[in-house]
């Protein structure tokens, strides 16, 4: 199928594994979180049991960092059966504070196409999580001239979508969504009518993994690197 | 001094505090943690040691329950010397989940003044903290449809407002706020020459409070209740 590009007036970045590193500092935390835990059971389990956690408390923490750090807390007391120590703990939440001062490693390309492209689009951070985390982030990064704006969404499903682009003035048939999650950046988009480019990260948190039946006949392109978009936005 | 209201266009409401009650239920959270680790401290001390321990992690984990819930957590590991018991960590991390389950409780003539009001001018709303728990409460309270703009902020100082205004293409002279925090509701907004009109709530976090050297000379209406407004802004 062949995709056109014309119409785009705005582009919306991913900010989280598509400008910058973050699920590999969750993947770390976890295997941290597992040491530290490997009195009480195998590293795989405690995986397993941590991931339920966090989707048990995902409707009242949302994403984010904190509520990572609480649901580790909390599935430390339980996995331990109430005999964790105090040692652990105070460790726990210092992995979450490393997590919020670890400093922010641009993917390879972001400045280049952010340069390229805000020449001829208006381009506009989207991401979700932690408010003041992903501001931190941006900050960090260097990147925040590049956008016209900044939305931190509570999600990113289609009503979020919809909510910013009316927000926004912006029709979707004129907006380019791009990031790494098919399920947070890529769907939502194509199911409102407006268009999205994946360019996936080499590791993908289970909640944002979707079957194939969900993408098949959906009008997306995938790249390797954000740096191929040039080539196809041309 | 007399104050004008006639070039007002956008009204800016406070949430917390202004619209619903939310620091009743820091205050009685405190309470409660006081009374789990009365083993170790006097209420006094611990109430003090949990406030700093608040503000030194508050560049980190920014306003709101979860970044709190984390501060009693580590308060406790530090006040205990490291022997609070797991039960304990299980009953804080409960007060945290009841503050982000409570009701939404308006305050007095909220809903009149928003119908009222909303006729002739934009409403917006403007809080600071979680943005998935802001997002809750709204819903929760029945208002959205009151609202023009929703927008959470990480902080809410002078450059906050600027930038929001900003980007909502409004006047400063064209907008007022209303909050019960002089520090986050009304005095940057009168630095950056917009309009404030403090409507106090009966107990502020301490973090709130300023001095009453800030507030000389300051041209702001305080009001006893929300629906005093319909008077003054005739």
Do not use: C
């Not at 009316?166 to 907006?175: A, G, Q, R, T, V």
């Not at 080499?202 to 191929?228: I, P």
Request: proline letters at 3%; hydrophobic letters at 40%.
């Amino acid at each position: 199928m062949e995709i056109s590009y014309k119409n785009i007036k705005v582009i919306g970045f991913d900010a989280d594994d598509t400008l910058w590193v973050n699920e590999t500092y969750f993947r770390d935390a976890e295997l941290e979180f597992a040491k530290l835990l490997a009195p009480y059971e195998t590293a795989n389990k405690i995986d397993q049991e941590l991931f339920k956690m966090e989707m048990k408390n995902l409707p009242l923490y949302g994403y984010g960092v904190k509520g990572f750090v609480l649901s580790m807390v909390e599935m430390a007391l339980e996995i331990s059966n109430n005999n964790v120590s105090n040692t652990t703990m105070n460790a726990i939440l210092n992995i979450g504070k490393d997590m919020l001062n670890k400093p922010v490693e641009l993917l390879e390309g972001v400045e280049d196409v952010l340069k390229e492209f805000s020449k001829d689009y208006k381009l506009i951070l989207v991401t979700k999580g932690d408010l003041l985390d992903q501001e931190r982030k941006l900050e960090k990064s260097g990147l925040t001239n590049y956008f016209h704006h900044i939305e931190v969404l509570s999600d990113k499903q289609e009503e979020n979508y919809s909510k910013l682009l009316n927000h926004l003035d912006i029709k979707p048939s004129e907006f380019l969504m791009i990031g790494n999650s098919l399920k947070s950046d890529i769907l939502p988009l194509i199911n409102i009518k407006a268009h999205a480019i994946h360019v996936p990260f080499h590791t993908t948190w289970m909640h944002e993994q979707v079957k194939e039946s969900e993408t098949n006949g959906k009008a997306y392109k995938t790249l390797s690197s954000l740096l191929e978009l040039k080539k196809v936005m041309r």
